[in-house]
């Protein structure tokens, strides 16, 4: 409307289906008591540094998950070591079979 400062947000949702959107309008205000400031400028942070404060932390979690599970479940053994406890178990109790 002529002479009118409106802004209208209109959704996109339900997405796919054009007969029912949402309309948002909205008109502008003053600041009187000026309490309200606006930076435009965004702050960014370096990759790396998001890299960094993510992954260490992530690479730790790991390590701890990993030591927890190989406390718990034991040392992993060979065939051949399996295979020989078998044997000295066999040859130990005679009854037992």
Do not use: W
């Not at 289906?17 to 949402?22: A, D, T």
């Amino acid at each position: 409307q002529k002479g009118e400062d409106y802004c209208t947000l209109i959704t996109c949702t339900p997405y796919g289906v054009n007969s029912h959107r949402i309309l948002v309008r909205g008109t502008r205000i003053d600041n009187l008591a000026g309490e309200v400031k606006v930076d435009p400028d965004a702050t960014k942070i370096a990759p790396y540094l998001v890299v960094l404060a993510l992954g260490i932390p992530m690479l730790f979690l790991m390590l701890a998950a990993m030591l927890f599970y190989y406390s718990v479940k034991g040392p992993v053994r060979s065939e051949q070591d399996l295979e020989d406890a078998f044997r000295r178990k066999d040859r130990k109790d005679p009854k037992d079979r």
